[in-house]
């Protein structure tokens, strides 16, 4: 076994010093400094002690492959350092979604905090962190909301996008901004388009994506180039009229204008392929299909786009002409996976509607989905050829699904129960995949809601909402809690699930040392067996978590690092604790 650990141990070794040199530059000091070039991002499960993706890596896998903190001695993690960031100024109490982690490259650390704010942090002390820069972008609290999922890093630059529709390149070495330039804009009804997620850096396209489809805008991908931030593309989730998919909104009144579709999650990259690989949000107005009737493509489904033009390549819809906001915008797991002794190339993904899907990475065909929620109801299942659920009729503009559980019109002085709760399965928070075992780990919430059915009302033939016009929607949420799964990528059944009394908006991140990390809204940092989810460790920040967990080391130490944000708790007095903005690192008690 020692063998075995020396071998291992001694090839990163090699493929650390080989990176190093192959990517290294002389700078005018004479130092040598080390760039994130595309081989290194391409590559970045072999650097176990660097964290250089939002997600872990391109596939979005969040797996590493340190082994130090283990399950026999995570009982002695301790808190080494902490430190205090911005980002919580002129917040609210449930306003900020700030639900990153740093990244971390040679014992420096880059992250950002709800407004923006770029900071460089020297970690490689082992009981203090110092900045070596803060860069403010300056964004207007006016109007704006504290919100980031985190940044990129490609080659000498650290790139953000911002809560004011920017985005910007910083200077790795001295944080001065390089370029900054606006992309998400105002639309032709003055609804403003945000961005929710981090961007990623993958060919030199910086890749940036409008969130705000519950606002009434159309979702779109644009990409940039990293040199300039000149726009190269754009692709819009809803299709306008004659364009292929435009034909699944057959409304009279230009419904595709406001049609949501916006995406709240970092999508993963396939550079084989050169596949950009993301999920869309829920159709707009979310809960009257009515109003939008139709399969409303490209909402609630998996995109790959070609990164090179920008063109749809392949998509797969999970909820055809949704009413429940069912948007699946999370994360898309790639990895390979032998399934009936063939090696195939796969996407994977925790669905919002309730189940954990698999498609073809090449063609977005349906491999499997299993249920991974305890209480589901909106469908008798999914079909097995095709993906779709059970009761989908190609031939309706407006599915039926399970009456029960479906609110139409008709049903505006009835509330029907649907499972699982709008907020319900995971959402955006950050999924786990273990390719040595095969087992893909989602966080998020449980749970039921009911609502009534109400009718949203049209401006005119020209397009957009009229709120004042239209009905009031009623709902209630009931068996509210959180959740953590392990599910067999192969099977798709769920191996252990383990709850908790509120629900969890961070995410996972599994280890070889056999543990599974996340964080709970109650402050809670905790580890679990990666097999059973038996809790094996647990420490109170005493301020809310939402961003997922990482882990990295310095020289042969590894640490586990989690960064803090806002809350967002129904009901929001839940945890009565203080929302703040700090880094908290841990590492072995020695």
């Known amino acids: 076994h020692s063998m075995q650990h020396e071998f291992r141990y001694r090839t990163i070794g090699i493929l650390s010093i080989a990176a190093i040199v192959a990517a290294s530059a002389i700078t005018v000091s004479g130092q040598y400094s080390l760039t994130v070039n595309k081989e290194r991002l391409e590559n970045a499960r072999n650097e176990p002690q660097n964290w250089l993706l939002m997600n872990g890596d391109y596939g979005a896998n969040r797996y590493s492959r340190l082994t130090q903190i283990n399950r026999d001695n995570v009982g002695s993690l301790r808190m080494v350092w902490a430190l205090a960031i911005g980002g919580m100024q002129d917040t609210g109490r449930n306003g900020p979604e700030a639900e990153l982690n740093p990244l971390v490259d040679n014992g420096?650390?880059?992250?950002?905090?709800?407004?923006?704010?770029?900071?460089?942090?020297?970690?490689?002390?082992?009981?203090?962190?110092?900045?070596?820069?803060?860069?403010?972008?300056?964004?207007?609290?006016?109007?704006?909301?504290?919100?980031?999922?985190?940044?990129?890093?490609?080659?000498?630059?650290?790139?953000?996008?911002?809560?004011?529709?920017r985005v910007i390149a910083i200077d790795r070495d001295d944080g001065e901004i390089i370029w900054d330039v606006e992309v998400a804009g105002v639309t032709e009804f003055g609804r403003r388009e945000r961005f929710l997620t981090a961007p990623l850096v993958a060919d030199g396209k910086v890749l940036v994506q409008n969130g705000a489809g519950d606002g009434g805008t159309r979702g779109w991908v644009a990409a940039l180039d990293v040199e300039t931030g000149e726009e190269l593309w754009r692709w819009y989730t809803v299709p306008e009229p004659g364009q292929p998919g435009s034909e699944t909104w057959t409304d009279d009144h230009n419904a595709w204008k406001t049609g949501g579709g916006g995406v709240w999650q970092t999508g993963s990259y396939d550079p084989e392929n050169k596949l950009y690989i993301f999920g869309t949000g829920n159709p707009y107005p979310i809960y009257d299909p009515e109003f939008r009737p139709g399969d409303n493509l490209y909402t609630n489904s998996a995109v790959a786009l070609d990164i090179d033009t920008g063109e749809r390549r392949w998509h797969f819809q999970?909820?055809?002409?949704?009413?429940?906001?069912?948007?699946?915008?999370?994360?898309?797991?790639?990895?390979?996976?032998?399934?009936?002794?063939?090696?195939?190339?796969?996407?994977?993904?925790?669905?919002?509607?309730?189940?954990?899907?698999?498609?073809?990475?090449?063609?977005?065909?349906?491999?499997?989905?299993?249920?991974?929620?305890?209480?589901?109801?909106?469908?008798?299942?999914?079909?097995?050829?095709?993906?779709?659920?059970?009761?989908?009729?190609?031939?309706?503009?407006?599915?039926?699904?399970?009456?029960?559980?479906?609110?139409?019109?008709?049903?505006?002085?009835?509330?029907?129960?649907?499972?699982?709760?709008?907020?319900?399965?995971?959402?955006?928070?950050?999924?786990?995949?273990?390719?040595?075992?095969?087992?893909?780990?989602?966080?998020?919430?449980?749970?039921?809601?009911?609502?009534?059915?109400?009718?949203?009302?049209?401006?005119?033939?020209?397009?957009?909402?009229?709120?004042?016009?239209?009905?009031?929607?009623?709902?209630?949420?009931?068996?509210?809690?959180?959740?953590?799964?392990?599910?067999?990528?192969?099977?798709?059944?769920?191996?252990?699930?383990?709850?908790?009394?509120?629900?969890?908006?961070?995410?996972?991140?599994?280890?070889?040392?056999?543990?599974?990390?996340?964080?709970?809204?109650?402050?809670?940092?905790?580890?679990?067996?990666?097999?059973?989810?038996?809790?094996?460790?647990?420490?109170?920040?005493?301020?809310?978590?939402?961003?997922?967990?990482v882990t990295y080391a310095i020289g042969p130490k590894q640490y586990v690092a989690v960064q803090t944000s806002g809350r967002h708790l129904h009901p929001v007095n839940w945890d009565q604790l203080e929302t703040s903005s700090y880094l908290f690192v841990f590492a072995l008690d020695e």
């Not at 972008?137 to 919100?147: A, F, I």
């Not at 990129?152 to 996008?161: H, I, M, Q, R, S």
């Not at 009718?455 to 209630?476: C, F, I, K, L, M």
Request: proline letters at 5%; glycine letters at 10%; one cysteine or more.
């Open 318 to 549: 999970y909820t055809p002409n949704d009413s429940w906001d069912y948007d699946e915008v999370g994360v898309h797991l790639l990895y390979d996976l032998t399934i009936d002794g063939q090696l195939r190339k796969v996407v994977s993904h925790y669905a919002r509607n309730g189940f954990f899907y698999t498609v073809d990475r090449n063609d977005g065909s349906f491999i499997k989905a299993g249920q991974y929620v305890n209480e589901l109801n909106w469908t008798a299942g999914i079909n097995p050829e095709t993906g779709t659920p059970l009761e989908y009729d190609p031939n309706l503009e407006v599915q039926i699904y399970n009456p029960e559980a479906r609110a139409l019109r008709v049903d505006r002085d009835r509330m029907k129960r649907a499972c699982p709760t709008w907020h319900g399965g995971v959402a955006h928070q950050p999924t786990a995949f273990n390719p040595d075992k095969g087992i893909a780990y989602g966080v998020g919430t449980e749970g039921c809601f009911s609502q009534n059915g109400a009718a949203v009302a049209s401006v005119g033939p020209e397009g957009n909402v009229d709120n004042q016009a239209s009905e009031r929607r009623n709902y209630t949420s009931e068996l509210y809690y959180g959740s953590i799964t392990a599910v067999d990528a192969v099977g798709h059944e769920v191996l252990a699930k383990v709850v908790t009394d509120i629900e969890v908006r961070s995410g996972a991140t599994v280890t070889a040392g056999g543990l599974v990390f996340s964080a709970l809204q109650d402050g809670w940092v905790v580890a679990y067996n990666d097999e059973t989810l038996q809790e094996l460790w647990r420490f109170n920040v005493g301020t809310p978590l939402k961003g997922a967990p």
């Open 108 to 165: 420096y650390m880059y992250t950002s905090d709800g407004w923006g704010t770029v900071y460089k942090i020297d970690a490689r002390a082992p009981d203090h962190a110092k900045f070596e820069w803060i860069a403010d972008p300056g964004v207007d609290h006016e109007g704006n909301t504290s919100r980031s999922r985190g940044i990129a890093l490609w080659e000498d630059k650290v790139v953000t996008n911002l809560p004011d529709g």
